[in-house]
Structure formats: C-alpha cells, structure tokens
C-alpha cells in the first residue's frame, strides 16, 4: 500500500487515514505532496483524482477520501476490527464519524490544524463555541456509555477515534477547556506512538519543505 499524504503540520484528513493504518501497524509507503506549493496540482496528476489528500494505492486501486480509505483498510486488512463489534455501538461510530466528516466549518476555519503551534487561547465565534460544544457532547457521551473499557471513544481505539485525532490535536493547540473526563481521552490519544511519530514529522518538516522550495 502507498498512502499519498499532505503536509504533515496541516493536513487533518491526511492525519486520519495515516493514523490508522500506523496504529494498527500495516505496511504501507507515504508519499508527501507539499500542499499550497506552485506545482502542488502537477504533481497530484494521476495521483488523486480530486487532486486531494489523502489517496491510498494499493493493488492497482485507487481509494480517495479518509473515511473511504479508513473502511477499505479496515475490510481488506484489519478483519474489521476498526469498528465496534457491538452493532449499535458501530451504528454509533460510524453515525458520529460520518458527522465528523461532514459538519463542524466553523471550528475547521478559525481553529486550524497546526501541529508545530505553541498552545495558546484565542477569542472565537459563536459558532465556533457551537461546534466546540458539540463535539465536546459527542465525546462525553461516548467515554460515560464507554466508561469501564479501553479508554477510546468505544473501549478500544476505532475509525471513530482516528476520525476525531485532528481535533483532538486542535483542542490542544488551542487550548480548549474541556472537562476532565474528556482530558483524560484527549491525554489518551496525544500520547497513542502514532500521533507522537506524525507529531514529530511535523516539527521536522519545516526544513525539508524550505529545501524543496529554494
């Protein structure tokens, strides 16, 4: 498998589909296309075919789209362990990634991605406050129902969870008050070796992109 990714400090739906395949360690290459760079769409060409990250190649298909890749991995790889056996808690997990993937604009526009961000507060938006409320709701609900398993959304680590790291990792970046049951998750998955390993990618990558570009 080949995952074709974005910048790391910035690509949240490349962050999801990397994350698990990391987590639930396959054996896949990356390739990195510098996003906003001039030559950013000559070089999605035959690649992506919405000319965006991620893509997954793998045995002459094309899979586009993180949660559309997250399914495909989890089918063909993972015996779908990557969603809840229980099938309401799987009606669940896929009801609140779907959600994950679909709303939430407010927080997308005014909290970023920035893994390299040192932590700090800003002033936001109503709806931005809405957005953040409700994710928060999501989450509680999901750890209270979930309270005496693994700790994840849904006892152990899901599509779900992978679909939510990105604002796990604004949350922190902007320092989100939360509640402390919803910390003690968010502690969970800033710590996961994967999130450490992209993480620090992250930071490293500052000088690569400047050598690409001179």
């Given at each position: 498998?080949?995952?074709?990714?974005?910048?790391?400090?910035?690509?949240?739906?490349?962050?999801?589909?990397?994350?698990?395949?990391?987590?639930?360690?396959?054996?896949?290459?990356?390739?990195?296309?510098?996003?906003?760079?001039?030559?950013?769409?000559?070089?999605?060409?035959?690649?992506?075919?919405?000319?965006?990250?991620?893509?997954?190649?793998?045995?002459?298909?094309?899979?586009?789209?993180?949660l559309a890749i997250c399914e495909?991995?989890?089918?063909?790889?993972?015996?779908?362990?990557?969603?809840?056996?229980?099938i309401q808690k799987r009606a669940?997990?896929?009801?609140?990634?779907?959600?994950?993937?679909?709303?939430?604009?407010?927080?997308?526009?005014?909290?970023?991605?920035?893994?390299?961000?040192?932590?700090?507060?800003?002033?936001?938006?109503?709806?931005?406050?809405?957005?953040?409320?409700?994710?928060?709701?999501?989450?509680?609900?999901?750890?209270?129902?979930?309270?005496?398993?693994?700790?994840?959304?849904?006892?152990?680590?899901?599509?779900?969870?992978?679909?939510?790291?990105?604002?796990?990792?604004?949350?922190?970046?902007?320092?989100?008050?939360?509640?402390?049951?919803?910390?003690?998750?968010?502690?969970?998955?800033?710590?996961?070796?994967?999130?450490?390993?992209?993480?620090?990618?992250?930071?490293?990558?500052?000088?690569?992109?400047e050598e690409e570009e001179v």
């Amino acid at each position: 498998m080949k995952l074709v990714i974005g910048n790391k400090n910035y690509s949240s739906w490349s962050l999801r589909a990397w994350l698990l395949l990391e987590y639930y360690q396959q054996n896949f290459e990356e390739q990195r296309i510098v996003l906003f760079a001039d030559d950013m769409r000559e070089h999605m060409e035959n690649l992506c075919p919405n000319y965006k990250v991620p893509v997954l190649l793998d045995k002459g298909l094309k899979v586009w789209d993180s949660l559309a890749i997250c399914e495909y991995v989890n089918e063909q790889y993972l015996e779908n362990k990557a969603w809840p056996k229980d099938i309401q808690k799987r009606a669940h997990a896929r009801s609140i990634s779907a959600e994950m993937h679909s709303s939430f604009m407010s927080l997308r526009h005014d909290l970023p991605m920035n893994c390299r961000r040192t932590p700090s507060a800003l002033s936001l938006s109503e709806n931005t406050l809405i957005d953040i409320q409700r994710m928060i709701d999501i989450w509680l609900n999901c750890l209270i129902q979930n309270k005496s398993e693994g700790g994840f959304l849904f006892g152990e680590f899901s599509i779900a969870d992978a679909m939510f790291m990105p604002a796990v990792s604004r949350f922190n970046s902007y320092c989100i008050e939360v509640p402390e049951q919803v910390k003690t998750y968010m502690q969970l998955m800033l710590n996961l070796p994967a999130y450490k390993k992209w993480q620090m990618a992250a930071h490293a990558e500052v000088e690569v992109i400047e050598e690409e570009e001179v």
